[in-house]
């Protein structure tokens, strides 16, 4: 896999450090040791995914990774980044505004050297959030990218903590809701995804399993439907994939599913037509 490392400098004050992965069909080109190659291979028409991953780790996670490796192999360029305080961006205490900025600064910087291709997101986890979010602000500005590919998404915060497993104990609690759930607000993490796609006109894929642990199914399920029932009908249109817990994929391996490969290059396809 074929790689270079990218960062990005919004201010003085931090860095976000990125990962740019080339499609595999550029493996073998003589040209790969010509400065600037990575950059003008962005801009020649392949398309393109901007990735934000989830809470734990960094880009370079086992599972991301071998995301990285089946989108290349499908003919795909990666821009995989950190956020700050994560990996080796500049540790500086996250916020969503926070993050939600890193998201919308690397993306503006793929959308002006990609010269046209098709440019995709792709969240997972906590990503789903962040993307989500940043693709309601470029909707607003006329902004939209070919499709949204929501990996283990969860419809809200407050709903994903009350289903946390570690949360169970306390639920039955009368002050549950007031020292927990409620407490995102304070601390500026909402992550309002379905209120946000409301206003994103991109399509949107949602992938789950029914196995994960960390991110209840049943949450997924209610994404889908409130965006179904909420976005205009004018908007792109919404899918999902679920993938049978039989298949043990949990939270993050649904990139080992033999079916994932399918799933991308036809709905990838139909979302690059249209």
Request: glycine share 8%; hydrophobic share 40%; with cysteine.
């Amino acid at each position: 896999m074929l790689t270079c490392l990218c960062n990005f400098v919004p201010s003085l004050k931090y860095c976000i450090v990125a990962r740019h992965v080339l499609p595999s069909k550029f493996h073998n080109s003589s040209e790969i040791e010509e400065e600037g190659f990575f950059l003008a291979a962005l801009g020649r028409g392949d398309p393109v995914v901007v990735y934000m991953h989830g809470n734990s780790g960094s880009r370079a996670s086992t599972h991301r990774i071998e995301l990285y490796q089946l989108l290349s192999n499908l003919g795909y360029h990666i821009i995989a980044f950190d956020y700050r305080s994560y990996g080796d961006s500049t540790n500086e205490s996250p916020s969503e505004q926070g993050v939600v900025s890193d998201s919308l600064f690397v993306l503006s910087w793929t959308m002006e050297r990609v010269k046209g291709a098709p440019l995709f997101v792709w969240g997972h986890s906590l990503g789903t959030g962040v993307s989500s979010h940043s693709l309601d602000i470029l909707s607003q500005k006329g902004v939209h990218p070919k499709g949204l590919i929501l990996e283990a998404p969860f419809n809200n915060m407050r709903d994903e903590i009350r289903e946390h497993p570690l949360a169970r104990v306390f639920r039955f609690l009368p002050w549950f809701d007031f020292c927990f759930a409620d407490s995102v607000g304070e601390n500026n993490l909402l992550f309002e995804t379905d209120k946000h796609l409301r206003n994103v006109r991109s399509r949107v894929l949602i992938l789950h399993a029914e196995d994960d642990k960390v991110i209840p199914f049943k949450l997924a399920k209610k994404l889908y439907e409130s965006t179904v029932q909420g976005r205009s009908p004018h908007f792109g249109k919404v899918k999902f994939v679920k993938f049978e817990g039989k298949w043990g994929h949990g939270h993050k391996w649904i990139c080992r599913s033999p079916d994932l490969p399918n799933v991308i290059r036809y709905l990838f396809i139909l979302y690059s037509l249209t």
